[in-house]
């Protein structure tokens, strides 16, 4: 990576708000909105996608303790948003006296979108219709100034989002029915509060138990997006808007893949890792989490002895996408073929990914660690606040990843003129 001005350092971002949020434990009642489902629509409901999965599957099926809040674990537990079908997300737009909407409502809602529907619908295979809406399609201002919520940072534990989410339903209750959606974005004008060079508010309350209830249903994942997540690299335009696939993901039930270090864990494997900079898609365990993958997709390597794998780049539609190799009932390695195609415009070294994924390791504690083919080699990329180091982390022919303890041997062998690759997973 090439150096970037000290005022450009990306700071580490905040975890994501999630479970049974004391910042938001009130119930609200309105009354019904005035909107209408739009053709071709499917009603809203909660719940994430069922788990595409065979019997084989089993000993993959990992899960965290009862004490973790967001788990890698599979299938994701209830409460969170659905990932596959029509999801219709409300958009709101929202200012306040003392920082009030920077230009057109709309053009705060340009920024974001048709992006993200678009990033949703190639990372999903088309599996996920993201429908946003925008019912109310001016500046919704709220009764309070910006300043009165005393929001500082993007947590939780910020009392100032209670009274926010409250003014918030109040004010769109008359043109909003919440019943008709899956998950409400609230895109905040920029200038209120500081840039996100210095401090990250946006932030995500996912799977909330005790989540403010308007029209009779709970608001109970909603992603909030702050400032301009500008890097100073001249490429806002074109990746400003991947903030928001990264805090829909949680809505969705997938947690921050990085630490308070940084993205040192999952580099830009994950858009759950790093949102920053050049775009980059999901991990297939994410894929298969979501329900994007089917049971014939993904192969689950619990058995003693070798066996061969022919794995399509993941980007692609079809072909065996993941290879689980579970170690107990919390963790296992996952391969998959990472290429630079569909969203993965910033894989530099092309190969097989291998990484661990720990369903006991909470949201924002790293529960996906990669593993470097090649370690300090300073990565192959030079795009801006991209983790370099974990750029080039793919495997490639005649390269083995070894855990000697535990008797897993992964080998990538041939890659074919369709750009799959084999490899072969041995364990005592």
Known sequence: MQPQPPSRR???????????VTA??????????????????????????????????????????????????????????????TVRA?????????APGEGKALDRYAEFFPQTAKWFRTSSYGRLDYRPETPIRSWLRMPKSFAE????????????????????VAAADAKVDFREYDLVNVLVTPNAG?????????????????????????VANASFVYSRQDDGSGSYGETGYRVLPHENGHVF???DLYTQEGGGAAGHWDIMSEDWGANNDLLGWHKWKLG???????????????TEYTLTPLARKGGDKLVVVPLDGRTGYAVELRTREGNDETVCRPGVLIYRVDADVDTGMGPVRVYDSQRDSGGCTRSAN??????????????????????????????????????RITRR
């Not at 409300?90 to 003392?98: A, G, K, Q």
């Open 10 to 20: 990306i700071r580490p971002r905040r975890l994501a708000a999630i479970g049974t």
């Open 24 to 85: 938001l434990t009130l119930a609200l009642s309105t009354s019904a909105g005035t909107g209408r489902l739009a053709p071709g629509t499917s009603t809203a409901g909660p719940g994430p996608a069922a788990l595409s999965r065979s019997s084989a599957h089993g000993p993959c099926m990992i899960s965290g303790g009862s004490e973790i809040q967001m788990s890698e674990g599979v299938p994701t537990s209830a409460g969170y948003a659905r990932s596959t079908g």
């Open 90 to 98: 409300l958009t709101l737009m929202i200012d306040f006296s003392d």
């Open 149 to 168: 919520y005393g929001i500082e940072r993007g947590a939780p534990f910020e009392p100032g989002y209670r009274k926010m989410v409250q003014d918030m």
């Open 194 to 218: 500081p840039s996100a060079l210095d401090t990250v508010l946006s932030v995500t309350f996912a799977g909330n138990k005790e989540a403010p209830v308007a029209d009779g249903v709970p």
């Open 253 to 255: 039930g997938l947690p």
């Open 292 to 306: 994007w993958l089917d049971p014939s997709q993904v192969h689950c390597a619990s058995a003693p002895g070798a």
């Open 386 to 423: 991209v983790h370099a180091e974990l750029s080039d982390a793919a495997f490639r022919p005649g390269e083995t990843f070894k855990d000697p303890r535990r008797g897993i041997t992964i080998a990538v062998s041939a890659t074919d003129g369709n750009g799959e690759q084999q490899v």
